[in-house]
């Protein structure tokens, strides 16, 4: 395992598109990726229905890689090793949330990324517990209440975010997974859910605010 300065001279050469560091950090992180594909199959048995289990690991991993590394690295740029997450443990999230995306592609639900037609999108239903807010909102702003909640939960708040409202997963599979009770669960779950309600709050409210957008914007 490199020491957490040469990991950040790593991840800095292969977003600048430096071949050698690219292939050393995907052969790092692969071991990462390929388990939670693996987890994420095991979970939902009749999603390689019909097909290679390998294959679809292998295919579900090279998807994953391809969405870290999407628009200059963009996802893969806002791990940030100063807030106390390992490389790994911030790539684990990242793969959750694309192979969740990927394999709920045929669902409704408003956390994946699937295309559905625009006139499918008004009747997107989020999950109760989080609020109405959330039914005015657009995917690109969905993805906005995803990156700030990467900025204030912990890794342990994100996998459960994840969890339980991505995949939409009952507090039992989330207990047997975790190993929480189901009181800790059930506190996460309001805490989150509270969270994603003043997050959309804002976002309804920077929209219809121009000054206060701007004011969120990086210099």
């Not at 040469?6 to 790092?28: C, H, M, P, W, Y």
């Not at 969740?100 to 990324?113: D, V």
Request: charged share 30%.
């Amino acid at each position: 395992m490199l020491a957490p300065e040469l990991t950040i001279a790593l991840v800095a050469k292969a977003l600048v598109g430096e071949r050698q560091a690219v292939r050393a950090l995907v052969d790092r992180l692969t071991p990462v990726v390929q388990m939670r594909v693996a987890r994420a199959l095991r979970r939902r048995r009749g999603a390689a229905l019909g097909r290679d289990v390998r294959q679809e690991v292998e295919d579900l991993t090279q998807s994953v890689f391809l969405a870290i590394f999407a628009n200059g690295g963009q996802a893969l740029r806002k791990w940030d090793p100063a807030r106390g997450s390992s490389l790994e443990g911030f790539v684990g999230l990242l793969a959750d949330h694309e192979i969740a995306a990927i394999l709920r592609s045929r669902r409704r639900s408003p956390w994946t990324e699937d295309p559905t037609a625009d006139e499918d999108l008004a009747e997107d239903a989020p999950p109760g517990d989080v609020g109405p807010e959330l039914e005015t909102l657009t995917r690109e702003a969905l993805r906005t209440v995803v990156d700030r909640l990467r900025e204030r939960l912990s890794d342990r708040g994100l996998e459960l975010f994840f969890l339980l409202f991505v995949e939409e997963r009952s507090t039992e599979e989330v207990c047997a997974d975790t190993g929480l009770t189901p009181d800790a669960v059930y506190a996460w779950r309001s805490r989150i859910g509270k969270l994603v309600r003043q997050i959309a709050a804002e976002i309804v409210s920077e929209n219809e605010d121009p000054d206060r957008r701007s004011l969120r914007r990086p210099p």
